[in-house]
């Protein structure tokens, strides 16, 4: 046991709203995507039946053209904006309309093992119904979200990246308009001081993607062709080329043929996008700009991710490690998702800055895969000390250590009990 895992495992327990977790109370009262999969990881340490109900619970909302939204509303609450009335996405339960990084199959690989290793009865029909659900999700992906055939997924809405107001998004977001026909009524700033928030501008250009996507009738085609904001992601693109990897492995066992070959063609279009995006002058891979069909530069965590998905040259790992190490440099604990010495830099303010353990927890798995063991147990162990002495904070300033944002977070908590073993 960690020094902190019974206050880890309470806070899952305290979160639980009946086989879903919601990311922390009050300010995110429901079911999201990413979320949840880190959850199940964190719940596959002590309780592999728990684990499982998670992302039964989550695919309740997953979409019949495969997607998996990026929040389940299970059960009402008014703590929380936009709420189902403003997504209008009359879901049979209700959910938003947009998703998030597809970690769902990453989870279940994990999940899986966890429960063979443990004898869980009853485990393999489980695995396989999620895995037809994972695989229809990730056909979605690919037909809705890479329709000119990059190999690479785009975000057509800040929120899918999970980094919200990220500088990656600053300049694409710019063109957005900032008019809406939704009223806006912020409560996220009621639970967490503005500050560490995005502003009220940012605000006002997530909701006019909203309304953009609802006035499409929520039709990926639709949505394609009006988005004023279609960013080919490198991090959602790596997290997806990651989760498929993970499928495969599952599917040697429980798949068939047809699926084996389906997920092998996916794997090898997703890597060769990736691979694509790599930027030797700046040492790390780089967004694609689908409107402005330009590179984004900006330094941003999501340059890393690359790793969970692509085994690098000598000469890309050697330029990446030494990357890593200058983001690291100064810092109380990283990997910060945005480098201090980036003019963007602001280390309380949500992805601006600030340390999130579960990029860490991505981060470190790419290193570790790519030969880096040493540098990965460092990070891991900055992240695993400033939760212990800072609390399951939903992200931590890299320069103080000091805990942000919502507190007895469960991604927090999951990664706690993952990381630190
Ligand atoms: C929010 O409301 O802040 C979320 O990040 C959207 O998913």
């Not at 999201?32 to 719940?43: L, P, R």
């Not at 495969?248 to 694509?276: C, N, P, Q, V």
Request: overall charge negative.
């Amino acid at each position: 046991m960690l020094p902190k895992e019974d206050a880890a495992r309470a806070i899952l327990a305290r979160n639980d709203r009946g086989g879903y977790t919601v990311p922390t109370d009050r300010l995110y009262p429901f079911q999201w995507n990413w979320d949840s999969a880190f959850v199940a990881m964190g719940f596959a340490v002590f309780d592999v039946d728990r684990a499982y109900r998670e992302l039964e619970r989550l695919i309740e909302g997953q979409w019949d053209d495969g997607m998996i939204p990026h929040i389940v509303f299970h059960a009402p609450s008014d703590t929380y904006f936009p709420g189902p009335d403003v997504w209008g996405t009359r879901h049979r339960v209700p959910t938003s309309g947009i998703t998030q990084p597809a970690v769902f199959g990453m989870a279940l690989r994990h999940v899986h093992e966890a429960a063979l290793a443990a004898g869980t009865a009853g485990a393999t029909e489980r695995t396989k119904v999620l895995f037809k659900a994972a695989l229809r999700s990730h056909r979605w992906w690919l037909n809705a979200r890479d329709p000119e055939g990059l190999g690479l997924v785009s975000i057509l809405h800040p929120w899918e990246s999970g980094s919200d107001n990220s500088p990656a998004w600053d300049e694409a977001l710019a063109r957005v308009p900032t008019t809406t026909t939704t009223a806006i009524r912020r409560k996220d700033t009621g639970h967490v001081d503005a500050s560490m928030r995005p502003r009220d501008e940012d605000y006002q250009r997530f909701i006019h993607l909203v309304d953009t996507y609802r006035d499409c009738g929520w039709d990926p085609t639709r949505q394609w062709e009006a988005a004023p904001f279609k960013i080919a992601d490198v991090q959602m693109t790596a997290i997806l080329a990651r989760a498929t990897a993970d499928l495969m492995r599952l599917a040697e066992t429980l798949g068939t043929d047809e699926e084996k070959d389906e997920l092998s063609r996916m794997h090898e279009r997703l890597r060769a996008g990736l691979a694509d995006r790599w930027r030797p002058d700046l040492s790390r891979f780089v967004n694609l700009d689908l409107i402005s069909r330009r590179d984004i530069e900006t330094p941003t965590q999501a340059g890393f991710i690359p790793l969970v998905a692509l085994t690098l040259d000598d000469a890309q790992r050697t330029a990446i490690v030494a990357e890593v190490e200058r983001w690291l440099s100064g810092m109380f604990v990283g990997v910060p998702s945005t480098p201090s010495f980036s003019p963007t830099f602001e280390p309380k303010r949500y992805w601006r800055g600030p340390v999130w353990a579960v990029i860490n927890w991505l981060i470190c798995d790419g290193l570790r895969l790519n030969g880096s063991e040493a540098l990965a147990r460092r990070i891991e162990q900055t992240v695993v000390q400033a939760i212990e002495s800072a609390g399951f904070c939903e992200y931590f300033d890299p320069t103080t250590g000091e805990g942000l944002g919502g507190d007895t977070f469960s991604w927090t908590a999951a990664a706690y009990m993952v990381l630190g073993r």
